[in-house]
């Protein structure tokens, strides 16, 4: 299994750091060990080439753009979405359905 993140350069610039500031303060403060990128946009002519894969595989409830931070999507061992989650989506709900990849 494989966990990426992705920080944003849109959204009212809720991730103002630069690279390197958001990987330590994501291991410092929040304890991350998986594998974050560079920040990237995800809905403007210029998003990142996974995102324009992602959106057009998989739509959110108000269609193909990505509305706020903190959204994660769900990718089965073939790099096929399986499903988007909300920024609000609870962990325990997405664990089940993370299980349920990992043991089909």
Known sequence: MLI????FIQFRNQEPETNKTIEE???INHGVTFQ???KVYL???NEHP???YLKNKKGGFLGKNIKWNFRKILLDKNGSPV???APTEKSGK???CILN???N
């Open 4 to 7: 990426l993140y992705f920080p």
């Open 25 to 27: 303060t994501c291991k």
């Open 36 to 38: 974050l990128t560079e």
């Open 43 to 45: 809905n403007e002519k």
């Open 50 to 52: 996974v995102f324009t």
């Open 83 to 85: 499903k988007r989650y």
């Open 94 to 96: 997405i664990e089940k």
């Open 101 to 103: 990849l990992v043991n």
